[in-house]
T-cell receptor, first 109, second 117 residues
Framework: SQELEQSPQSLIVQEGKNLTINCTSS?????LYWYKQKYGEGLIFLMM?????EEKSHEKITAKLDEKKQQSSLHITASQPSHAGIYLC?????????FGTGTSLTVIP | KAGVTQTPRYLIKTRGQQVTLSCSPI?????VSWYQQTPGQGLQFLFE???????NKGNFPGRFSGRQFSNSRSEMNVSTLELGDSALYLC????????????????FGEGSRLTVL
């Protein structure tokens, strides 16, 4: 979606390495969502951010929303093979939810 | 509590037929949105319903329609199926609609995979 730019499109990392995925909107957002998806399956909810400057963590995954509420990053520390999958950001722009095109993450043992 | 439930999970149809997909939201959630996911286009917004009213519709032809019932369950229908309608159809539910301070977390079902032959 042009409303939401997600980068990079794909990542291949060695197990144990850190990585960051970015999501940028041209609009100020009401909410920003991060999901993980295995091919052909539903989206697993990871985190939701609503306030400017907000940061949330779950296990080794941390997500941040900038002060202007237009940019978010998802950071994985010490990646593991279980982190592999497609990561999608979603944004509430006020009248609907938009989604990025996804980042395919491969973790090499 | 139970998550978002979509039925059927898989279905095969032929061109020209119609299909109805069902979505039961998480208990207490009143907002349901639908998406089409294809490898080339990613997640494309179809509709959003809140309290039985369609709030928004994405850029899809009139063959795609939907509705929401008083118990917040939602259905979408695709008539006169085309090969290009083959996709994973996902629904998501939340407490409130988009743009609301009560939106809350947005949870997805496992999807209905439609194959049109």
């Amino acid at each position: 979606s042009q409303e939401l730019e997600q980068s990079p499109q794909s990542l291949i990392v060695q197990e144990g390495k850190n990585l960051t995925i970015n999501c940028t909107s041209s609009k100020t957002l009401y909410g920003l969502y991060w999901y993980k998806q295995k091919y052909g399956e539903g989206l697993i909810f990871l985190m939701m951010l609503q306030k400017g400057g907000e940061e949330k963590s779950h296990e080794k995954i941390t997500a941040k929303l900038d002060e202007k509420k237009q940019q978010s990053s998802l950071h994985i520390t010490a990646s593991q093979p279980s982190h592999a999958g497609i990561y999608l950001c979603g944004a509430d722009t006020g009248n609907q939810f938009y989604f990025g095109t996804g980042t395919s993450l491969t973790v090499i043992p | 509590k139970a998550g978002v439930t979509q039925t059927p999970r898989y279905l095969i149809k032929t061109r020209g037929q119609q299909v109805t997909l069902s979505c039961s939201p998480i208990s207490g959630h009143r907002s349901v949105s639908w998406y089409q996911q294809t490898p080339g286009q990613g997640l494309q917004f179809l509709f959003e319903y809140f309290s039985e009213t369609q709030r928004n519709k994405g850029n899809f032809p009139g063959r795609f329609s939907g509705r929401q019932f008083s118990n917040s369950r939602s259905e979408m229908n695709v008539s006169t199926l085309e090969l290009g309608d083959s996709a994973l159809y996902l629904c998501a539910s939340s407490l409130g609609p988009s743009g609301s301070t009560d939106t809350g977390e947005l949870f997805f079902g496992e999807g209905s995979r439609l194959t049109v032959l």
